[in-house]
């Protein structure tokens, strides 16, 4: 254990970053958070989601959600933040909701089903709420506009030791700060790689292309109508093949619709980019429609996207030996995945509670550095690896839909009952609840993924399921809608957008 609390310099105010401050400052550290964006305005969750320049932040105005391993940590952990979220308007989903209606009239609760609970808002709420709740605590400082131009470190024998940032002040100077340690949750871009490898740090990284884009549109439902349910026949969120589709609720009569498409679907992603035709497209999904239609719902953006999706692994640790000490990333600075699957908030509170334990459990920097990459090959590892095989699951799918094969031309049979098997649970999680419960357990990271079909009755089950044939079972994974032709003849009709007009 160590003795003297140390002082910890934290890298980004992102969810990421204030879960790592909020779980350093509840160990007794003194932690400084450094942001080069403005703070959250003052006032409510509309003003913080139209208001707040959070140019440091991709997706910020992407749908999110915290899912259920991420929920109980704060509600055991933090209880009165939760609190907070409640009152901003962010939404509780439980277990009992997500059923599908003709699993919902015979469902009978078991132990565990009410730790099985999503929290749903703007990102922007959910930002503004912790960064209020982090900012209250006494040990924890936000230097904000910090523009981090470097970082301090010492190199001997070959080995990189950090020991602080140097900060752009005012005429270009810069003025070096020095910390115990240097926590990296600065995101996907952060540059701290860059400078380690100038220094003659090699990092290796995986690299793979999830093939996709998503574009997103919010919406508010109008006075006096209220929301349509998010199940029954036609779901609000699903698969159509050569198009993902989603209704994310989020707090005050707010929600936001996104499309997900294979980046070889040019004339789709061309029309999403319009507004007029992204609703065009919504509103030929039967899920989607009862959310967007012109008497239910206004928008309140236009249409916009996100791509350059991969998931990414970087490795800290090479050959038994740490890049850098007194250097931890955490979050997408080390570990992404797609967003698509909204596992990034939670993996982020994961791997910030790992450092925070270590942290407090042994003191030598060579330790710790080996221990963290243990511990986040452990925990964070399963997860990566399941990120990946939906992504290759998905691009493989969408191939198939784009050149006109059916599911039953996989080539090789490993492919084929790899394929069959994926099916056979999506066609069981649809019908059994008992399949279900654990597939919803394993996607909210509550286990390490596939766990659950260690229990010998579930796995009967999808044995079963499989052999009633892959043309049932991948009904369940596909949801009504048109086909990929019909929906190209749905934007061939659509009004030109207003800038081809004009040309």
């Not at 964006?37 to 932040?57: L, M, N, T």
């Not at 949750?185 to 090699?202: C, E, H, I, Q, Y």
């Not at 509103?283 to 989607?288: D, E, N």
Request: contains cysteine; neutral net charge.
């Amino acid at each position: 254990m160590t003795e003297t609390k140390e002082n910890i310099g934290v890298i980004g105010a992102g969810i990421c970053g204030l879960c790592t401050a909020l779980a350093l400052s509840s160990k007794g550290y003194q932690v400084t958070v450094y942001e080069r964006d403005v703070a959250p305005p003052q006032g409510d969750a509309d003003q913080a989601f139209f208001e707040w320049q959070r140019r440091g932040a991709a997706q910020f105005r992407h749908p999110h959600a915290f899912l259920a391993v991420m929920c109980n940590l704060m509600q055991q952990n933090y209880p009165e933040l939760v609190e907070n979220f409640w009152e901003a308007g962010a939404r509780k989903v439980t277990f009992a909701e997500m059923l599908p209606d003709e699993m919902k009239e015979s469902y009978v609760p078991e132990p565990g089903d009410d730790e099985m609970w999503l929290l749903m808002c703007r990102r922007a709420t959910m930002e503004t709420v912790l960064r209020r709740y982090v900012e209250n605590r006494p040990n924890v400082t936000i230097n904000n506009r910090s523009n981090i131009v470097g970082m301090e470190a010492s190199v001997e024998e070959g080995q990189i030791t950090v020991s602080g940032i140097k900060l752009q002040i005012e005429r270009g100077d810069t003025e070096t700060v020095l910390h115990d340690v240097i926590v990296d949750a600065s995101g996907r871009n952060s540059k701290f790689p860059g400078w380690l490898t100038d220094l003659g740090a090699t990092i290796d990284v995986e690299d793979d292309d999830a093939e996709i884009v998503y574009y997103t549109r919010h919406f508010k439902i109008k006075p006096g109508e209220k929301e349509p349910p998010r199940s029954g026949k036609d779901r609000s969120a699903g698969d159509l093949g050569y198009i993902k589709f989603g209704v994310f609720p989020g707090d005050n009569g707010h929600f936001a619709v996104i499309l997900c498409l294979p980046n070889h679907e040019t004339e789709l992603r061309e029309a999403v980019k319009d507004p007029e035709r992204f609703n065009q497209i919504c509103c030929a999904i039967p899920g989607l429609y009862p959310w967007v239609n012109e008497d239910k719902a206004i928008p309140t953006t236009s249409s916009f996207g996100f791509g350059n999706i991969h998931a990414v692994w970087k490795h800290f640790v090479k050959e038994g030996k740490p890049v850098a000490q007194n250097y931890f990333a955490v979050g997408d600075a080390a570990v992404r995945t797609n967003p698509l699957y909204g596992r990034g908030c939670s993996t982020g509170i994961i791997h910030a509670h790992l450092l925070a334990d270590l942290l407090t459990e042994k003191s030598d920097p060579l330790e710790r550095a080996l221990e963290f990459d243990r511990r986040t090959e452990d925990r964070l590892r399963p997860v990566f690896e399941m990120s990946l095989r939906e992504d290759k699951q998905g691009i493989n799918r969408a191939k198939e839909i784009f050149e006109g094969r059916t599911f039953n031309d996989n080539k090789g049979f490993k492919r084929w009952l790899r394929a069959a098997f994926g099916d056979a649970i999506a066609g069981a999680s649809r019908e059994k609840i008992h399949v279900l419960r654990g597939a919803m357990r394993s996607f909210n990271l509550m286990e390490r993924p596939g766990d659950f079909l260690k229990d010998p009755q579930i796995r009967w089950t999808i044995l079963r399921y499989m052999f009633r044939g892959r043309e049932r079972n991948n009904r369940a994974r596909f949801q009504r809608g048109p086909k990929r032709h019909e929906m190209l003849e749905v934007i061939s009709k659509a009004p030109a957008p207003v800038e081809d007009q004009a040309a």
